[in-house]
């Protein structure tokens, strides 16, 4: 045992967090302090006022130093809840956001036997739907083989490898045959905004996750090129996009001969998912 109290080193693991600009520093620290001890969070009450034990305190100590430099909760935990879903998160992928749950809904109110995923990151997207239709099948395609790898771990660990296949390729590249359902969350951060996020995204996301360049719509244009030879008739191509792109994303799409374009709101009533179906 060591000689400090979980509520010691609580109150000790926050004042740093605060000194080093993390917003939210206590919750963050019992987040962190559930993680070390590997208790539910809803416990963490029942340990806090006894002394740590070494070794959990040990593995708080370099997760209080590593959310000191700003790396994100979920990369230190090394996961994240997505739709229910426990999703395992390294910094090959980007965290999944809650936003990103709007799209997901969006394309489960309409029903789909295929999908491809464009840019599938961890699977956040692609896990979700397979696991909320049991009979579809499909494919998440990423330029990032680190990240595939994350995505099958989890397609693995959720039992929904059999009909999720995962493969690299740059965007539409190698990509065969027609899909009912096509989504994407592409990156979609002009290159010379990155410097300004905050630094849990701009030093410790994957680069290529973030930005596709100069042109921050510039994905979207090239998926959009794509879409119409790859969607069934009567299929549904679904983005999300940054705030205040979805107008254009919206524009980019129907001038690619894509149809009835609707921009869906997300939690805080910003447009930030643009749906689009094929001509047939
Ligand atoms: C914003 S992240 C989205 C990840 C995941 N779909 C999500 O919503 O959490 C964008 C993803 O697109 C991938 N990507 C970037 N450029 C790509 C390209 N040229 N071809 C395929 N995937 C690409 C990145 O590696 C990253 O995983």
Known sequence: M??????????????????AGVEGPER?????????????????????????PAEALERFEAAVSARAARQPVAQITGQRLFRGL????????????????????VALAAPFGRVLDLGTGSGAILLALLAERP??????????DAALAVARE????????QRAAFRRADWWEGV?????????????IAAEEVARLAPETRDWEPRQALT????????????????PAHLAPGGRLIVETGAGQAEA???????????????????DGRGRVVEVRSVA
Do not use: C, Q, W
Not at 86 to 105: F, G, I, S
Not at 154 to 161: F, R, T
Not at 212 to 227: S, T
């Open 86 to 105: 426990r999703l395992k998160v390294t910094p090959d992928v980007l965290d999944p956001r809650p936003e990103t749950e709007t799209l997901v809904e």
């Open 212 to 227: 596709p360049g100069a042109d921050a719509l510039a994905a979207y244009r090239v998926i959009a090129a794509g879409a």
């Open 2 to 19: 060591s000689e400090m109290t979980g509520t010691e080193a609580l109150a000790r693991a926050t004042r740093r967090l605060a000194a």
């Open 135 to 144: 009979g579809a099948t499909g494919l998440g395609i990423d330029i990032s």
């Open 249 to 267: 994303v919206a524009g980019i799409l129907a001038g690619a001969g894509l149809m009835r374009a609707r921009i869906v709101k997300d939690l």
């Open 28 to 52: 963050d620290a019992r987040i962190l302090l559930a993680h070390a001890l590997g208790v539910d969070r809803g416990r963490l009450l029942l340990a806090l006022p006894a002394p740590l």
């Open 154 to 161: 989890n397609a693995e660990v959720l039992g929904l490898a």
């Open 176 to 188: 065969e045959g027609r899909f009912d359902l096509i989504v994407s969350n592409p990156p979609y």
